[in-house]
């Protein structure tokens, strides 16, 4: 269970609002990602006053320091990630730690997240034992929520490696969830039958796996 209270007035640094989000099930990590135009910072409930003051101004020079962008209005937390579609393998990485804060409670840390060519039956694979993920550059092109869904299915595989329930009970709290499993299910049927929808196919699985490159 989490709540949103602002106690004390928050403005980042070039003015946007902060809201700062207290949770019970965090105990010790705390998380800064982007909903829309707001910043919100995650901390966990038990936090005072002081810490909780302490770990905004430290959470928004993160933010700040690692150029994560706030998005346009009605884009929540798809910033400009949104808008590219995809971006550098940098801006992967900040999506991740974005994603991993908002719906993991920034328990998956990935040491490397990157875009590679040679995914030819997978949209994304980890490998958990070096904690590294990679997507397949046949996402790119594809909606930011399912680059999202994709990106975000890689970094629950950090935390769990199997597809069993405890893996997609990691999933659940992502809203666009079966909306992007029904559209890689829609591209891959499409692509293994000679069609090219839109550019943004790939061949075999609808879903992500672990393990190495394909």
């Known amino acids: ?3 949103d209270r602002t106690p004390v ?25 982007w909903e829309g135009g707001t910043a919100v910072v995650a901390i966990p409930a038990h936090f ?20 994560y962008a706030p998005g346009a209005p009605g884009e929540a937390g798809n910033g400009t990630f949104e808008k590219r579609r995809g971006g550098s393998d940098g801006e992967l990485m900040a999506r991740a730690a974005e994603l991993s804060g908002r719906y993991l409670e920034g328990k998956a840390i990935p040491a490397t997240v990157r875009w590679v060519t040679n995914q030819n039956s997978r949209w994304g694979s980890a490998t958990p034992a ?3 993920i990679r997507l397949s550059d046949k996402v790119r092109g594809m909606p930011g929520w399912v680059v999202d869904y994709v990106l975000l299915h ?4 950090l935390l ?4 069993g329930p405890a893996f997609w009970a990691l999933l659940q709290g992502y809203p666009q969830l079966e909306r992007a ?30 393990g190495g490159d394909g």
Do not use: I, N
Not at 14 to 19: D, H, K
């Open 181 to 210: 499993k029904a559209f890689l299910d829609g591209v891959a049927y499409a692509t293994s039958r000679g069609l090219q929808p839109g550019g943004t196919g790939d061949e075999g699985e609808a879903c992500t796996e672990s």
């Open 48 to 67: 005072s006053l002081a810490q909780e003051r302490q770990w905004v101004a430290k959470m928004l020079a993160k933010l700040d320091a690692k150029g």
């Open 1 to 3: 269970m989490s709540s």
């Open 160 to 163: 769990v490696a199997s597809h």
């Open 9 to 33: 007035p928050h403005l980042t640094a070039g003015g946007a609002p902060v809201l700062v989000r207290r949770s019970a099930r965090r105990r010790r990590t705390v998380a800064a990602f």
């Open 154 to 157: 890689e970094l629950s595989h």
């Open 130 to 132: 070096e904690r590294t």
